[in-house]
Each structure stands twice: as structure tokens, then as C-alpha cells.
């Protein structure tokens, strides 16, 4: 699926905060490589005397001929990269990257499917969205993400609690109907028909809880992709 | 060559020497990375199969292996998504113990390991002999937990640890190579953490 891919020289064209914890970082690829909506990309840092430290990241924008990719990337406290990216990277720094990586958990823009993030889980489930977008085909996707509260949903802008399901575990908006509670099946049970495929994304605990809720609802196990974040920094 | 990046100075001071090129500590935490939905094993009908080119394909139930000698493992641990975890102790079964009684032929020379969820990796048949890979089901004295792979997953710790198929179900031994999951998705074939094999092309 995937082709071999080399580093290359990646330039920072822009920065833009997400949430207080998270940024996205737009960048010019020397060497354009078309992706698929859900891979993500490698990035790595390197030191004068050649340690380097390398993290994945999801791409969050869709696949275009742009020959730029979005890097969404939440600081973790104590993370080398997230937090040099965060701290230290301006517009204009050179980044080595390489990619795009991964053939399993992407959409290729035809099927219809159930999409469910938790946190920073949401970054592929956006460049699936916003392909479907591209695309004029919202009707095949449904995109449920949980946040703990209101500032810690990323792309916010682009998400509406009419056509997205927005969970809140712990803080709702004001006058928000449902209430702050854990991701339950009564959130995914309208959205789930056994001809979809499911794409979870979220921490391991999120992940296992959500991805057992769609088998239980009759997704088929087999059409569940499943990607889990660990605490990579 | 890689490039220097502007103002990265890196966290290195005390780098360990266990430590293969472009990994970091975990320390105490276990990342889980698992692209499938967490299956629930029943032990009662749980089996393991060596199968393939073997002149006697071999099935054990879950008290069988574990009534076959104990071996365990010390050592690290070195997952593709650059985290590595030191000095971790697993205790199951070594996989020479599952060979000898299945009795690879000499036209076996790779291994399609398979787990109870369709998950495939494909290795050597040299990277799981001569005490290089295991069946294993405790971990730090412990049962491994299902998200960790239990009630039992393959160790290959020489390799990357998407090799070390959780939920392990059996290895089919074959005369030729058979992409595997990860494999199929762009993955390398033999991933060295020491070489940083890491996609194909590596």
C-alpha cells in the first residue's frame, strides 16, 4: 500500500493554536507526496552532535494537490518533540519529515463509515471529514468525538453539535442538552447501520471502550479500525 | 545525513546504551498500539497451533502449554512508534519447546505467525529459534492484561514489537515469505530495531 518513503525537508508555513494545548503546523513538502485521509507522517528533530528523536502525527487535512500537509500536535507534558514543536518552531524553520505512512486505518473517500475520536484522536477523523467535504459526500461519514470540556475540542470552527456528535465528559457549553458524561451507546446507536465501516481513534482506555460499544451495537469486528494514541511526547 | 534542526538540542545527557537508534524510555508506561478491536478469549477453548510445513502439526490447549517447560524473558522491548521499554521480565514457553514437537521440515525456512483475531506478522524461521522468540502469558509475574495481547501473545524481542503478535493463535511455517499485516501496510519484512528496519525500503 503504502510505497517507501525517505525524509524529507519539510518548511513551516504556518502556525495556529487549536486549543491551549494543541497547534496545528501547516507545511510546504520538498517533495510532494499524495495522502490518504488517516495516515500520518514522521517527524524528526535533530541535535547538533546527531541525536535525533522522531514522533508520528497524524495529517489532519485532507488529501488536495496542495503539496502541504497539517500537522495537529498536542504538547504532553515531558514530550522532547511535541514540546520543541510547540515551544521552539517558528514560520519559516525547516522540519524533517517523512511519510505519508500507514495503509489500514484510512478512508478512501467512497465507503460509508462511523468515525470516533476521542481528544486528539479527532486529527484523522478531520482529514476524513474534510475530504468528505472536498468530495460533497458528508452523507457517507459520521464524525462523534469526546472532549473532556468546550476549549479541548480542536477544530471547533468546523463542527457543529447539529451534524457532528460532540461529547463532553466533564464541562458542557452552557445550555448544552446533553449532559457531561463518558461516551455511552445511546450517543453512536442512531449513527450505526451494519454496512459501516468504524474508525476509532483516542487513548488506549478510550479507544478499547468505544471500539467494544460499536461491536455491541452490530458493527461487524472485522470493519472496525482501531488506532490508539500512547503517550508519545 | 539528517538535517540539523534549527535550535533542537534534545534530551540525550543520559542516554541508555540499551537504547537502538531514534527510541526513547517509556520508563513505568506501556503504550498500547493495537489496530483491532480488544478481543475476550475464552481460555476453556483458547488453543495454539504449529502448523504448516511440520511433520506433525501440532495443537495445545491452554493447560498443555503451560504444562511444557517454563522459560522466561529479561530484557527490552522496542515498539516501531520509537518508544522502548527496558528490563521488562515475560514468562511462557520458548518456541524451540513448540518446534521440537511439531518438527519443522527442512523446506520451512518463514513463519506466518497468526492471532485469534486475523492479525498476521511475518518472520523469519531463524528469528524465532534457538531462544530468540516465545509464547508468553505472564508478565511481571502477572497475567498479561488483553490490551497488552492476553491471554497470550508471541515475543520476538529482538524485533520490533509488532512482530510479537498479541493474542497469538499459531505459526505456519512456509517455504516462502507471506506479508503480514503491518507488512501489507507498508511495513518493513524483518524489522531490526538495531537497523531502524522500521517501513519497507528501510
Excluded at chain 1, 457517507?140 to 465528559?169: C, G, K, M, N, W
Excluded at chain 2, 513448540?98 to 492471532?115: D, G, I, Q
Aim: hydrophobic residues 40%.
Amino acid at each position: 500500500m503504502t510505497d517507501a518513503t525517505s525524509w524529507q525537508t519539510a518548511t513551516v508555513v504556518a502556525i495556529r493554536p487549536e486549543t491551549a494545548r494543541a497547534k496545528t503546523f501547516r507545511m510546504k513538502l520538498s517533495e510532494p507526496t499524495p495522502h490518504l485521509a488517516g495516515q500520518h507522517y514522521i517527524v524528526r528533530l535533530t541535535a547538533p552532535d546527531g541525536y535525533s528523536a522522531a514522533r508520528s502525527y497524524s495529517v489532519a487535512s485532507p488529501p488536495d494537490d496542495s503539496g502541504e500537509i497539517e500537522l495537529t500536535v498536542e504538547k504532553l507534558e515531558d514530550g522532547e518533540v511535541s514540546s520543541f514543536l510547540h515551544d521552539d518552531v517558528i514560520v519559516g524553520d525547516e522540519i524533517e519529515v517523512r511519510g505519508p505512512i500507514g495503509g489500514w486505518f484510512v478512508w478512501n473517500g467512497d465507503a460509508p463509515a462511523i468515525l470516533v475520536g476521542g481528544g486528539s484522536g479527532i486529527v484523522p477523523l478531520m482529514a476524513m471529514l474534510r475530504y468528505a467535504r472536498n468530495l460533497g459526500r458528508t452523507d457517507l461519514l459520521h464524525l462523534a468525538v469526546s472532549v473532556r470540556a468546550p476549549d479541548e475540542l480542536f477544530y471547533a470552527s468546523e463542527l457543529d453539535p447539529a451534524e457532528q456528535t460532540i461529547v463532553y465528559t466533564r464541562t458542557t457549553p452552557a445550555g448544552y442538552a446533553r449532559p457531561a458524561a463518558r461516551i455511552m451507546g445511546d450517543d453512536l446507536e442512531p449513527y450505526v447501520r451494519a454496512d459501516l465501516d468504524a474508525y476509532v481513534c483516542g487513548s488506549a482506555g478510550f479507544a478499547d471502550a468505544a471500539s467494544h460499544m460499536l461491536v455491541d451495537l452490530g458493527v461487524p469486528v472485522h470493519r472496525v479500525r482501531v488506532e490508539r494514541f500512547g503517550p508519545t511526547g | 545525513m539528517a538535517k540539523v534542526t534549527r535550535g533542537f538540542l534534545g534530551r540525550h545527557t543520559d542516554r541508555d546504551p540499551r537504547l537502538p537508534p531514534g527510541q526513547y524510555d517509556t520508563g513505568n508506561r506501556w503504550p498500547v498500539l493495537t489496530a483491532e478491536v480488544t478481543p475476550k478469549l475464552d481460555l476453556a477453548t483458547w488453543t495454539f497451533k504449529v502448523e504448516g510445513l511440520v511433520e506433525q502439526p501440532t495443537t495445545w490447549s491452554w493447560d498443555e502449554i503451560h504444562a511444557l517447560p517454563a522459560s522466561d524473558y529479561e530484557g527490552d522491548i522496542h515498539c516501531v512508534t520509537t518508544w522502548s521499554k527496558l528490563g521488562v521480565h515475560f514468562s511462557g514457553v520458548s518456541v524451540d519447546t513448540l518446534l521440537a514437537a511439531a518438527r519443522p521440515l527442512p523446506t520451512a525456512s518463514y513463519v506466518l505467525a497468526f492471532s485469534h483475531t486475523g492479525y498476521t506478522t511475518n518472520v523469519l524461521l531463524s528469528d524465532v529459534t534457538m531462544g530468540k522468540a516465545w509464547v508468553v502469558w505472564d508478565y511481571e509475574g502477572k497475567p498479561l492484561e488483553p490490551q497488552h495481547g492476553g491471554p497470550a501473545r508471541l515475543l520476538i524481542p529482538h524485533l520490533y514489537f509488532w512482530k510479537s503478535a498479541k493474542f497469538v493463535a499459531g505459526l505456519r511455517l512456509m517455504d516462502h515469505d507471506e506479508h503480514g499485516f503491518w507488512e501489507r501496510n507498508g511495513y518493513h519484512d524483518r524489522g531490526d530495531p538495531w537497523l531502524e528496519q522500521r517501513y519497507q525500503g528501510d
